[in-house]
């Protein structure tokens, strides 16, 4: 099993472009979270899915969309990037509510 | 909502040292899960332990659900143990979301 894998692992944007971040997990888990990593912040929450179909807000869901369209995978896009959604994102998986999650290797983003 | 607090915010060991990191949480909570994120960035899952003590190697933690806080105890540390821990709890009412804390970073010299 690959786990929770995500693509890219690297990108340089510039501001006011658009991108899709790929996570995909082969656990068949249900539920699938987006986060970001930014020093001093910790780890919050952007999105997460309950399940192939649904979405729903986190802590800090503004400027970020996702969709769900199939269990294994859950993108998270960006419509128009700006400097401060510079960050680590790092996506994760759980098999039910509030279980173990697993997280994959991180997306390095640098929003110029 | 759920604060979690994390400390100490950094400790230096020397190899083979043991080590204790705490994390206090402010309301009570369905679980709680320690994770390792390494100097490559990382997360793993170290335990999940909303109640008890769990033993995993060198690594142990203690959850206090009660008293509203959580141990975990590294012995004979080694340099590989060095990065960042952080504990996370899920309160039950938050859609599966977890709260983290600001974790500790460690760095265990030779």
């Known amino acids: 099993n690959a786990g929770v894998t995500q693509t890219p692992k690297f990108r340089v944007l510039k501001t006011g472009q658009s991108m899709t971040l790929l996570c995909a997990q082969d656990m068949n888990h249900e539920y699938m979270y987006w986060y970001r990593q930014d020093p001093g912040m910790g780890l919050r929450l952007i999105h997460y899915?309950?399940?192939?179909?649904?979405?729903a807000k986190g802590e800090v869901p503004d400027g970020y969309n996702v969709s769900r369209l199939k269990k294994q995978n859950f993108l998270l896009g960006l419509e128009s990037a700006a400097p401060s959604q510079t960050s680590v994102y790092f996506c994760?998986?759980?098999?039910?509510?509030?279980?173990?999650?697993?997280f994959g290797p991180g997306t390095r983003l640098l929003v110029l | 909502g759920i604060q979690v607090e994390q400390s100490p915010p950094d400790l230096i060991l020397q190899e083979g040292a043991n080590s204790t990191l705490r994390c206090n949480f402010s309301?009570?909570?369905?679980?709680l899960q320690w994770f390792h994120q390494n100097p490559w960035g990382q997360l793993i899952n170290l335990f999940y332990?909303?109640?008890g003590t769990k033993q995993n190697g060198r690594l142990s933690a203690t959850t206090v659900a009660t008293e509203r806080y959580s141990l975990l105890y590294i012995s004979s540390s080694q340099t590989t143990d060095s990065g960042v821990y952080f504990c996370a709890v899920y309160g039950g009412n938050q859609g599966g979301k977890l709260i983290f804390g600001q974790g500790t970073e460690l760095s265990v010299k030779p």
């Open positions: 309301d009570s909570v369905n679980n």
């Open positions: 332990i909303p109640s």
């Open positions: 899915s309950v399940g192939e179909g649904t979405t």
């Open positions: 994760a998986s759980s098999r039910d509510r509030g279980g173990t999650q697993y």
